[in-house]
T-cell receptor
Framework: DAKTTQPTSMDCAEGRAANLPCNHSTISGNEYVYWYRQIHSQGPQYIIHGLKNNETNEMASLIITEDRKSSTLILPHATLRDTAVYYCIVRAQDNYGQNFVFGPGTRLSVLP | KAGVTQTPRYLIKTRGQQVTLSCSPISGHRSVSWYQQTPGQGLQFLFEYFSETQRNKGNFPGRFSGRQFSNSRSEMNVSTLELGDSALYLC????????????FGPGTRLLVL
């Protein structure tokens, strides 16, 4: 079972920031938080991941709470092409061969 | 660097047949994982290969099998196809499967009639 909970769906106006929350209250000390997104019928696309510090890359920012029990993915200026299902996953990086366990994710709709 | 490639992209089979799907990982990646995605069950892990050995396996029947070649390319096979095997089959590669991010291919969409 997925170790994360996310809202089923969210809307965001084009050009505004999209803030996608994720709860992972049972996260272990060695587990990272990963975010992927899947645009209709394509393969999931890696966005960002982090352990405890906030992270930023060209696609998004990841804010992880101090207790690590929740995180927020931020798309700073959402465009219509950001409409997708966003998956938050926790996964340890010290167990070789460990797979990703995907939940249902959040369906983000960016509206014009 | 070229991404993960999967062939074929689309496939139609009939019940009882068998099918082989192929995945070429990103150059230098040695771990290949396979996932099945259906509307009802979502994305589910099938198995993972590293250095031609299966290291991890999901909860799927033995009709689902795979292998990995010395160049890290991987194939998965489904025998005695059932209607419920209709799905998007995704392959993901990473350098070692443990400490590295997985990158997904575009998938093979299989329709079983």
């Amino acid at each position: 079972d997925a170790k994360t909970t996310q809202p089923t769906s969210m809307d965001c106006a084009e050009g505004r920031a999209a803030n996608l929350p994720c709860n992972h209250s049972t996260i272990s000390g060695n587990e990272y938080v990963y975010w992927y997104r899947q645009i209709h019928s394509q393969g999931p696309q890696y966005i960002i991941h982090g352990l405890k510090n906030n992270e930023t890359n060209e696609m998004a920012s990841l804010i992880i709470t101090e207790d690590r029990k929740s995180s927020t993915l931020i798309l700073p200026h959402a465009t219509l092409r950001d409409t997708a299902v966003y998956y938050c996953i926790v996964r340890a990086q010290d167990n070789y061969g460990q797979n990703f366990v995907f939940g249902p994710g959040t369906r983000l709709s960016v509206l014009p | 660097k070229a991404g993960v490639t999967q062939t074929p992209r689309y496939l139609i089979k009939t019940r009882g047949q068998q099918v082989t799907l192929s995945c070429s990982p990103i150059s230098g990646h040695r771990s290949v994982s396979w996932y099945q995605q259906t509307p009802g069950q979502g994305l589910q892990f099938l198995f993972e290969y590293f250095s031609e050995t299966q290291r991890n396996k999901g909860n799927f029947p033995g009709r689902f099998s795979g292998r990995q070649f010395s160049n890290s390319r991987s194939e998965m096979n489904v025998s005695t196809l059932e209607l419920g095997d209709s799905a998007l089959y995704l392959c993901a590669s990473s350098w070692d499967g443990g400490s590295e991010t997985q990158y997904f291919g575009p998938g093979t969409r299989l329709l079983v009639l």
